[in-house]
C-alpha cells in the first residue's frame, strides 16, 4: 500500500467518526489558539510599552538628589538653576527642565486636602509635553514676570470647581492666591511614577523660587536627541552632577526604564500563563488523542488482522494510525490557528488607532508544527499497537 492508500484509509475512518475526532481535536484547537495569542499579546504590549513612553517625553532623563534621613544634607548637595544651564551644554542634549515641589494643603468643599505644588522651567512643557485641556500654558512672559498663575490637574479641577469653568478663577492655598489659566491631565496614565500626581497645581519656577528665595531644583529632567543617545546622556548627567558637587552627595540618575520594566514584568507574568494554558491544553488533547486512538485500535482489532492477513505489512498499519493522529491534531491545529488570527483581528477595531495587534508568522508556525508533534507523540503507542497485533489472534476478536 503506497502513502496515498495509507491517507484515503485514515480518512475514511476518520470519516465513519466525525464528532469523535471533532471532539479529540478540541484540545489541539485550545492549545494552537493560545499559542499564536501568546506571541500576539507579547508584540502588542512591547509596541504599547514604548508607544506610551514615548507619550510620557521621549528620550528622558531624571536626575534627584538621594535624600538621607539619617544623614544632613548641606544646601552644596542641592541641584540648582545652575546645574540646569551646565546640562543644557552637554553633547546630544536638545532640553533641560526643572522642577521643585512643595506640598501645601487647601480648603475643598469644607474640609482640608492636601496638594502638590510644583514649580516648572520653561523646557518642562516641551520633554512632557502635558495635554492641555483648556486655557493655556504659561508663556515667556509668564515666566519672567513670576505672574501668580497656574495650571491644575483634571482632577483637582473637578473636586474643587465641579461643573463650572475653572480658567480666571482664583485658587487660594494658604496665605497664596493664584488664578488658574489652565486645567491639564497627562497624555497617558503613569500610575504615580511622574512628578503629576491627581492633586498637582503647576506655578512657574520664578515664582517658586521667589517664594522659597533658593534655586533648589528638586528633579532635572533631561532630553536627549535620539532613544541611542540616552544611556550615553545619562552617564554624563551622573559625571556632571559628580563634578559640581561633594563626593558625599549621591544624586538618582534614571531614565523611564522603571515603567518599562513593569511593563515588562507583567507582560512577561501574563505570557507565561497563557504559555502554560497552552502546554496544558496541548497536553491534556495528546492524551485524549492517545486515549482514543487506542480505543480504536480496539475496535478495529478485526480490521487490522483482515488487513495483514491478506497481505498489509505492519509499517502499513503503523503509517495508517500515525496519519490518523497527525490528521486529527493537524486538523485541530488549522482551526486554533485561525481563532488565534481571528481574535485579533477582531479586537482591532475596539482599540486605538495608534495601536495595531501584529500576528507573527513565526507564532503560527511554531502553533502548527508543536500541534502536530504532540499528535504524532502520542499517537505513536497506539499506531505501535495495532501494528504489533498478530492477524490470527485479531481474525478470533469479536
Request: glycine letters at 6%; hydrophobic letters at 45%.
Amino acid at each position: 500500500m503506497n502513502i496515498r492508500e495509507t491517507v484515503t484509509v485514515a480518512i475514511d475512518a476518520l470519516r465513519a467518526n466525525k464528532l469523535r475526532a471533532m471532539l479529540t481535536s478540541l484540545g489541539v484547537i485550545i492549545g494552537s489558539a493560545s499559542i499564536v495569542l501568546v506571541v500576539t499579546v507579547a508584540a502588542t504590549s512591547r509596541t504599547f510599552v514604548l508607544s506610551q513612553i514615548e507619550a510620557i517625553g521621549t528620550n528622558v532623563i531624571s536626575a534627584e538628589l538621594v535624600q538621607r534621613p539619617d544623614k544632613p544634607q548641606p544646601m552644596s548637595y542641592e541641584m540648582t538653576l545652575q546645574d540646569m544651564e551646565a546640562a543644557k551644554t552637554l553633547p546630544n542634549v536638545i532640553e533641560v527642565s526643572g522642577t521643585r515641589e512643595l506640598p501645601m494643603s487647601m480648603v475643598v468643599g469644607g474640609a482640608e486636602r492636601p496638594v502638590n505644588l510644583v514649580g516648572v522651567t520653561e523646557g518642562y512643557q516641551t520633554i512632557r509635553r502635558l495635554l492641555i485641556l483648556r486655557g493655556r500654558y504659561f508663556d515667556d512672559a509668564d515666566m519672567e514676570m513670576r505672574s501668580k498663575f497656574c495650571l491644575i490637574a483634571t482632577q483637582l479641577a473637578d473636586k474643587v470647581f465641579g461643573q463650572e469653568n475653572p480658567i480666571g478663577k482664583p485658587l487660594r492655598l494658604g496665605e497664596l492666591t493664584f488664578t488658574v489659566i489652565g486645567v491639564f491631565r497627562e497624555r497617558v496614565e503613569t500610575f504615580g511614577l511622574s512628578d503629576i500626581q491627581e492633586n498637582t497645581i503647576i506655578i512657574p519656577f520664578t515664582l517658586m523660587k521667589y517664594y522659597t528665595g533658593t534655586e533648589v531644583v528638586r528633579s532635572l529632567t533631561v532630553q536627549a536627541d535620539k532613544a541611542d543617545n540616552v544611556a550615553p546622556v545619562q552617564r554624563r548627567v551622573r559625571q556632571l552632577l559628580a563634578s559640581r558637587h561633594p563626593s558625599e552627595a549621591e544624586y538618582k540618575v534614571e531614565t523611564l526604564a522603571a515603567i518599562l520594566n513593569a511593563a515588562r514584568n507583567i507582560s512577561l507574568a501574563l505570557t507565561i500563563v497563557l504559555i502554560i494554558i497552552a502546554a496544558i491544553a496541548l497536553l491534556i488533547s495528546g492524551i485524549g488523542i492517545m486515549n482514543i486512538m487506542l480505543v480504536t485500535v480496539t475496535e478495529r482489532t478485526r480490521e487490522i488482522g483482515i488487513r495483514k492477513a491478506i497481505g498489509a505489512a505492519r509499517r502499513e498499519i503503523l503509517y495508517q494510525f500515525l496519519v490518523e493522529s497527525f490528521l486529527i491534531s493537524g486538523g485541530g491545529a488549522v482551526i486554533g490557528i485561525l481563532l488565534g488570527i481571528a481574535v485579533p483581528v477582531a479586537v482591532q477595531s475596539f482599540l486605538p488607532g495608534n495601536l495595531r495587534v501584529p500576528v507573527s508568522s513565526m507564532s503560527v508556525v511554531i502553533a502548527f508544527v508543536v500541534s502536530c508533534s504532540t499528535g504524532l507523540f502520542f499517537g505513536y503507542l497506539p499506531a505501535n499497537q495495532a501494528a504489533s497485533l498478530q492477524p490470527v489472534e485479531s481474525l478470533r476478536y469479536e
